[in-house]
């Protein structure tokens, strides 16, 4: 039916900071020894997918990806707040007894800071914002935002990823770690394009294109002449089918990083709640509906080649009309070379929020990439103590 060899993807969903999960979950695949075979991604995950396939340390990728995220996190720009420092103090006196219970957590007044921090600043690391005053002189546009189309500016991520990137890996018979597969999209055509590295070059450009997403306001990158990407998350935050579409013939076990949590446990409580239960819903996993089309495809093939046996062996050759049995193996070989993979394994990691916050997918702050990595590593660690996978 399909090959003996079954190979290990790893599908990296967008989500900006949350990708840092995803560094803890792959620190932990690493950790168990489980060798990937592809990795997929797009948008923060498809930077995650770049580092992965083309770390410059071939025995411990798993180490420049935490490299590169912590030197992300220590970029970050910290903002004060007197007043609310002031009243966590006061809280304790008998005249303000109380007021600690209506004030925000720690964390959460931590994570709001950290993302306005980033809105107001960027991170010199990732992405800065247009405003600056070093913009003035080499921005054309810096004094006319009307025309702006965006308002990031990415290139100091290429200038970041040099150092744990070697590109040379990243190309047809480049030996990378890992096959790299990364996804955008056609802003004219809306048709998606796929990133290869087994069939194209990876290059900088590429990366810029796949993590382009216009909600993060990043400019929209020109591929070649006439084609305009932006991130892939715009049609799929996790590159499924491409996977399908790179090795058709091979049976895979699938690990899926969830940034955004499919299932929650109440109703939200206000609209700030019902904002971010909106966007996990968008950008939460929607694969499921390809994956049991394709084992149906599976199990067709397999009862096609069952009664394609049966015939050969019951029926006398001249009571079959040749050309018409020549015709049926035909079109069932066609098929199985286009989609003879079975899906043998199915590994969901989904990121835990302990609190709802619209805008945690900008939160570089060091301690919460640090919080983020070890999660995606306890998660994972707890269910690969449960699954039965090939390592």
């Not at 999209?185 to 590429?206: A, E, V």
């Not at 009664?307 to 006398?316: C, E, H, S, T």
């Not at 009571?319 to 899906?343: F, P, S, V």
């Not at 990439?369 to 994972?380: D, H």
Request: contains cysteine.
């Amino acid at each position: 039916m399909s090959s003996s060899k079954i190979e290990n993807v790893l599908i990296l969903g967008g989500g900006g900071s949350l990708g840092a999960f995803a560094c803890g979950v792959f620190k932990a695949l690493a950790n168990k020894n489980i060798k990937l075979d592809i990795v997929a991604g797009t948008s923060i995950g498809g930077i995650n997918a770049a580092v992965i396939a083309g770390g410059i340390d071939k025995d411990h990728p798993e180490r420049t990806l935490e490299e590169f995220w912590l030197e992300l996190g220590e970029n970050s720009v910290n903002l004060y707040n007197p007043v609310l420092e002031w009243l966590y103090d006061k809280s304790t006196s008998y005249l303000f007894r109380g007021v600690k219970n209506l004030l925000p957590t720690t964390d959460e007044v931590n994570s709001l800071l950290s993302s306005a921090s980033y809105i107001l600043y960027g991170n010199d690391k990732f992405s800065v914002p247009r405003w600056r005053v070093d913009y003035m002189l080499k921005d054309p546009q810096y004094f006319d935002p009307s025309k702006w189309t965006y308002i990031y500016d990415p290139s100091h991520l290429v200038k970041t990823l040099e150092k744990y990137i070697d590109y040379n890996k990243l190309q047809p018979d480049g030996h990378p770690n890992v096959r790299l597969i990364m996804t955008a999209i056609n802003i004219l055509t809306s048709q998606p394009l796929t990133f290869d590295s087994f069939k194209q070059k990876i290059t900088p450009k590429h990366i810029l294109a796949t993590s382009a997403y216009p909600r993060y306001n990043f400019p929209w990158v020109e591929l070649e002449e006439g084609v305009y990407a932006w991130g892939g998350a715009l049609l799929s935050n996790t590159p499924f089918n491409e996977v399908i579409d790179a090795s058709p013939v091979i049976d895979k076990n699938l690990f899926f990083i969830d940034n955004y949590p499919m299932n929650i446990e109440k109703l939200p409580d206000d609209l700030i709640e019902v904002y971010h239960r909106a966007r996990d819903i968008m950008f939460s996993d929607k694969t499921q509906r390809q994956i049991r089309m394709a084992k149906v495809v599976t199990r067709y093939l397999k009862y096609i080649e069952e009664l394609y046996q049966i015939i050969d062996k019951n029926i006398a050759p001249a009571k079959i009309d040749k050309k018409q049995l020549e015709k049926i193996r035909h079109t069932y070989t066609k098929m199985k070379r286009e989609r003879g993979a079975e899906i043998k394994n199915i590994i969901h990691i989904t990121r835990d929020e302990p609190f709802p916050y619209f805008n945690e997918d900008i939160d570089f702050s060091l301690e919460t990439i640090r919080n983020s990595i070890k999660q995606g590593e306890s998660k994972t660690n707890q269910i690969l103590e449960k699954a039965s996978l090939i390592k």
